[in-house]
């Protein structure tokens, strides 16, 4: 299905090119052909288990092969990460099962400085019990929201935008409605009614036909005959990994891209189809960048680093392969329900203070998780135990960040501090792990150029 730059509401210009309602996928279909035709070589069943950084220079990473439970050091001039975001340290994401932040986890746990951590994007509209996103189009197609009193509430909160206004916005508008009893009751949860009926049948199969059988299939609802059940969930990871306009960390040979990664082009608060088009601008800045660094050769870094991390990998195996411990599923469940209560779309000083605490004892508890299998080999728990380690890091540089940041920025909602600070929060959150594995914090002025900052008409 072709791209098409398309009109939407009321005639007006689409904000970007988009295929129906599953961009993403087929810009991913289309990576992977084209990966192949060039004759990349893929590793579909390794695991990146560590990062090799030592005095500023990144020496490859260690990885496990799924199939085999061999560890294999891979050594490296230039490392790029493309891991994803990192919602699944949140109970309700619509993220994949694999965006577990580890990635991020890693480059930090291995000395990568990691930027706005706090900047959690919660998108409005997610399918109650999945967490499936209900993508941005339906609004944009025009998709109204009800509460249980058959109200279009926007009209209280942004009369001059509605069901278009910001994600953030109208996510704690939805949120709000909920925590006043004005949500739906589920088996599953509260939720408020998106509404797409009066589209049409015509116009929901031809526009927004994956979303038509994604309830279908997952809630046995059709959209045509039926209001979706939705609830705000977490979406996207603004912050991430410290790099440059070219991708480059300040370690030298690393390099990181996507939501993985921080180049703050999108702010505090991530626009709707901006990060399939981050992937693609800085995907190909990142290539054009190690390759200009790269020219002329020069040699493999000192391979003796790597060794010594496969080493302490090897040693952590060890450790993990004890049946009858602690089960690193029960501590992510616990994970995701703090930050989904403590650290979510409304924040207050004293619940992510309890969610320190909570998270610090989490990260005790994960000093004695066990697998129940020794094996190496197709072993998924023992991959879940080792990306959980870095799940907790990412978590805790979430919360501290979050509490730090006293104001109202972006996705950031501070219940005690409602409005935005320019004059002392004009700044990124810099998180480092210290020597004694703690996350240190610390500030960096942001670089304007062409536009100041501006407040929001809403």
Request: glycine share 10%.
């Amino acid at each position: 299905m072709p791209l098409q730059p398309v009109s939407r509401r009321h005639d007006r210009p689409a904000p970007a090119c988009f295929s129906a309602d599953i961009t993403g996928h087929v810009l991913l279909n289309t990576l992977y052909e084209r990966a192949v035709a060039k004759g990349v070589k893929i590793y579909p069943e390794w695991f990146v288990t560590s990062l090799c950084i030592e005095e500023g220079q990144c020496h490859g990473v260690v990885a496990l092969d799924i199939r085999t439970g061999e560890l294999i050091p891979v050594r490296a001039k230039a490392t790029f990460f493309g891991t994803g975001g990192y919602g699944r340290v949140y109970q309700h994401s619509t993220n994949a099962l694999i965006n577990t932040g580890s990635g991020i986890g890693m480059a930090y746990a291995a000395g990568a400085p990691l930027k706005d951590m706090e900047f959690v994007q919660f998108h409005p509209t997610c399918l109650i019990g999945t967490s499936i996103l209900m993508t941005e189009a339906c609004r944009g197609e025009g998709g109204y929201l009800f509460n249980n009193q058959g109200e279009r509430f926007m009209q209280r909160y942004v009369p001059t935008a509605m069901e278009l206004a910001p994600r953030d916005i109208v996510s704690r508008c939805i949120q709000t409605e909920i925590n006043e009893g004005r949500g739906f009751d589920h088996p599953l949860g509260k939720y408020i009614q998106l509404d797409l009926r009066h589209l049409g049948g015509k116009k929901i199969i031809e526009r927004l036909p994956g979303i038509r059988n994604i309830c279908i299939d997952f809630i046995g609802i059709d959209p045509i005959i039926e209001p979706i059940p939705i609830m705000p969930c977490q979406h996207y990871s603004m912050g991430g990994i410290d790099v440059d306009k070219r991708c480059a960390s300040d370690i030298r040979g690393f390099y990181a891209g996507g939501e993985c990664s921080c180049v703050s082009v999108h702010g505090g608060n991530r626009l709707g189809g901006n990060s399939l088009l981050d992937t693609i601008v800085f995907g190909k800045l990142a290539a054009q960048a190690i390759a200009e660094d790269l020219e002329g050769g020069g040699a493999l870094p000192d391979e003796k680093p790597l060794l010594k991390l496969k080493d302490e990998v090897e040693q952590k195996l060890g450790r993990l392969a004890t049946p009858g411990r602690g089960k690193a599923y029960r501590i992510q469940a616990e994970l995701g329900t703090v930050l989904d209560e403590k650290v979510g779309i409304f924040r207050t000083r004293k619940e992510m203070e309890q969610a320190l605490q909570k998270i610090a004892g989490l990260k005790e508890e994960y000093r004695n998780v066990g697998v129940s299998s020794t094996a190496r080999h197709m072993n998924f728990e023992l991959i879940n135990a080792l990306e959980l380690e870095y799940m907790l890091e990412v978590a805790h540089t979430i919360t501290l960040g979050a509490l730090l940041r006293e104001e109202s920025r972006g996705a950031h909602f501070r219940t005690d501090f409602k409005t935005r600070n320019d004059r002392d929060w004009l700044k990124h959150t810099i998180a480092k792990i210290g020597p004694n594995g703690e996350p240190v914090i610390s500030f960096k002025d942001v670089t304007i150029t062409r536009y100041q900052p501006m407040e929001r008409k809403y």
